[in-house]
């Protein structure tokens, strides 16, 4: 029986597999990362973290013989997170080590899904200003400019084109793009993070339109705030939960919406700020917040 081959990403990883993943002989789940080496730790929690939720609310997933591949920038790395992996549940793990930021490095995973049956694909591959910073000032501006494009935007369009295909053959599949509430409305200082993460929701949305018809699920995930050490946010509160409590929400939106902030404090959140909320105030109360975040930052900076 051919294998269900799930393709996700670190911080929400396995959400979608339950219900697709019932019936199948076996599955495999890569899992797409682009983090610092320095975010190792982290990483390695969070993914533990997702295998847990999934396992603890699919239990036979586990019982089947799961596999999973990884993939990011750092082979080391990546093995270490295996061994984690393969140590705590018993599952077979391998890893390719590519960097998004490049734009070669599609054949090389192209070839290492050949034959293949993609069930998922969680597309989560991003980045953001390591401080809020106007345009014009943000440090080496033209690389930046690249670099953000296709870590944030060209891994969605290429990694949808390779496995899409395969799910309208099959009549079947689901894709989710973890776009951000930072996509949901200009966000100046982060402008052209929030721009690229509003192109993951609108590419998301408009997927959905052409293909529904098709039995693809497609949704745009769009959270705020959770608290991980990757998100530099040690304590879990209403608004910031731990990964555990935000995917086992957004569990219950998979199949349900196809644009959700996957998390009900979040929708709240996201009702304010898009409906209640005049869009000038919100642009300028969103500014003086990065100014004061840009500030705070430089001035550290100077003090070494």
Not at 103 to 124: F, M, Q, S
Not at 233 to 249: C, E, G, Q, S
């Amino acid at each position: 029986m051919p294998c269900l081959i799930t393709v996700l990403s670190f911080s929400l990883l396995m959400m979608a597999i339950v219900d697709l993943g019932h019936g199948s002989g076996c599955s495999v789940c890569v899992v797409v990362l682009n983090v610092r080496p320095s975010l190792t730790a982290g990483l390695k929690m969070v993914l533990v973290s997702m295998l847990s939720v999934c396992f603890c609310r699919s239990p036979q997933l586990a019982r089947r013989g799961f596999s999973i591949v990884l993939i990011s920038r750092t082979q080391e790395k990546l093995d270490d997170v295996a061994k984690s992996i393969e140590s705590k549940y018993g599952v077979e793990t391998k890893s390719i080590a590519v960097d998004f930021s490049a734009t070669d490095i599609y054949p090389k995973i192209e070839a290492g899904l050949t034959g293949l049956e993609i069930g998922v694909l969680v597309n989560n591959v991003g980045m953001s200003y390591s401080y809020p910073e106007f345009f014009l000032n943000v440090p080496n501006l033209d690389s930046f400019i690249d670099t953000m494009v296709n870590i944030n935007i060209t891994s969605v369009c290429q990694m949808t084109r390779m496995v899409l295909p395969g799910m309208v053959e099959r009549k079947k599949g689901a894709i989710l793009n973890i776009s951000s509430a930072s996509g949901m409305y200009p966000c100046p200082l982060l402008t052209v993070y929030s721009a690229s993460k509003a192109f993951v929701d609108f590419f998301s949305r408009g997927l959905e339109a052409e293909y529904k018809s098709k039995g693809i699920l497609i949704q745009s995930v769009l959270p705020f705030f959770v608290a991980t050490k990757l998100s530099k946010i040690r304590r879990a509160t209403l608004d910031k939960p731990n990964p555990d409590r935000y995917v086992a929400a957004e569990l219950n939106t998979v199949g349900l919406q196809s644009q959700t902030n996957g998390y009900l404090p979040h929708a709240v959140m996201g009702w304010l700020t898009t409906v209640l909320c005049p869009a000038r105030l919100l642009n300028s109360y969103i500014m003086g917040l990065h100014l004061g975040m840009r500030s705070r930052y430089l001035k550290k900076q100077k003090q070494g």
